[in-house]
């Protein structure tokens, strides 16, 4: 039995995920705003503190697994949007490091977005900022376009786990760190798009003709958090029907030039 925790466990991919890990034997410690084992407000730097300090107490300083899925597309809050989803996910990462560096074949998942490259253009500078560590300038940059802010830091997300997966906190501690990045899902996040997205296919195409289940992405996080996903490391795995593919078959990665 593994102890795994998970933030974003209210929504919908954490709520499936940790439903997934239970019945699979394991203890799943949620973390969201609402609803969970650990209540905090991750867009700020005291519930973060909170957090680390919480989940250490919960779990006696070691940890197996990790799911970073807490997340928002805040629509007209695009600074709210970096907080949450760059920098709360980033300090989850850093401040929970220590206890999976004690835990048994220790694996994290940081939940990203397939919109980093089907997204037809974004600020790259609010990745630069969150990439940079500067909350206050990817803030004011990010502004009220929560739109764009939403690839910006889920862009920003994935590069720090390359950048970080294959180092010596990371694999050269024994912890594997991955990023998923779904596309279309039905959850709480995407209720009522359905019927815009599903008809805008030159831009977005679903090849499917369907959104992707909770529970589809709660099997891929299970896997990636078990043994068997172990040479798994700095991944960026697109789960998304098809629509990445069907978008830019021939040109993906996309280069970036963020430093
Ligand atoms: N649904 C999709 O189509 C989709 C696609 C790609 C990526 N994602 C990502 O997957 C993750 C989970 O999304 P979901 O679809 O389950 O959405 P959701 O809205 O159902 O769940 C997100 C959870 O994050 C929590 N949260 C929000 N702000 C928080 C804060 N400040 N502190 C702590 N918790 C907070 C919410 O309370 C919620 O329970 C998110 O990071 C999202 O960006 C979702």
């Known amino acids: 039995m593994a102890t795994i925790a998970i933030t974003g466990s209210a ?3 954490g709520r499936a995920t940790t439903e997934r890990l239970e019945s699979d034997g394991h203890r799943v410690i949620g973390i969201d705003v609402r609803d969970a084992d650990v209540t905090a407000d991750l867009s700020t730097e005291g519930g973060r503190r909170a957090m680390v300090r919480e989940v250490d107490e919960r779990c006696d300083g070691v940890l197996d697994g990790l799911v970073v899925g807490a997340g928002i597309q805040g629509k007209d809050d695009g600074a709210a949007t970096v907080s949450i989803n760059y920098f709360g996910a980033v300090a989850t990462l850093t401040g929970l490091r220590p206890l999976l560096e004690r835990g048994t074949q220790p ?3 940081a939940i990203s977005s397939n919109s980093v490259t089907t997204q037809p253009s974004y600020p790259i500078e609010v990745a ?7 909350e206050e300038r990817a803030r004011l940059a990010a502004g009220t376009d929560g739109i764009g802010a939403y690839p910006a830091s889920k862009l920003a997300l994935a590069v720090w786990v390359r950048r970080h997966a294959p180092g010596k906190d990371w694999a050269g501690a024994g912890i594997r ?6 596309g279309f899902i039905d959850t709480p996040l995407t209720e009522g798009l ?3 997205v599903s008809s805008i296919g ?4 679903m090849p499917q003709g369907r959104p992707g289940e909770a529970t589809e992405v709660a099997g891929l996080l299970a896997y990636l958090l078990s043994p068997e996903a172990a040479f798994f490391c700095g991944a960026f795995l697109v789960m998304d029907g098809g629509t990445e593919a069907a978008l830019r078959p021939e040109s993906w990665p996309r280069p970036l030039a963020l430093d």
């Open 128 to 134: 630069e900022w969150c990439l940079a560590d500067d």
């Open 11 to 13: 929504g919908g991919i």
């Open 194 to 196: 359905w019927e815009m």
């Open 177 to 182: 760190l991955n990023a998923i990045a779904p």
């Open 107 to 109: 694996s994290v998942v």
């Open 202 to 205: 030159d831009i977005y195409p």
